[in-house]
């Protein structure tokens, strides 16, 4: 049982890294702790971004990016962290 648990988790971490590594994100990079990410939380990991290039990512038309438009985003390519 044990064995097989463990066979379970290395083949599981892989997929699961990218999610962990992307909450770890969204939670790091909201500096305010709103639950949004604001261009300027943004900007800090993408600095590229601008008002025009956050519009369509912002389906909502808030003006920030919730849990679900920054994953959808980063999913879909839309934003790519700066080297």
């Not at 956050?54 to 390519?77: C, I, M």
């Amino acid at each position: 049982m044990k064995r097989s648990l463990a066979i379970a988790l290395c083949i599981a971490a892989p997929a699961l890294a990218p999610a962990l590594a992307l909450a770890a994100t969204l939670a790091e990079l909201d500096a305010d702790a709103s639950g949004t990410l604001t261009l300027e939380e943004l900007q800090v990991a993408f600095p590229a971004l601008t008002p025009e290039t956050l519009q369509p990512l912002d389906t909502n038309a808030d003006g920030s990016l919730d849990e679900a438009e920054f994953t959808a985003a980063v999913d879909a390519g839309q934003l790519v962290a700066a080297e």
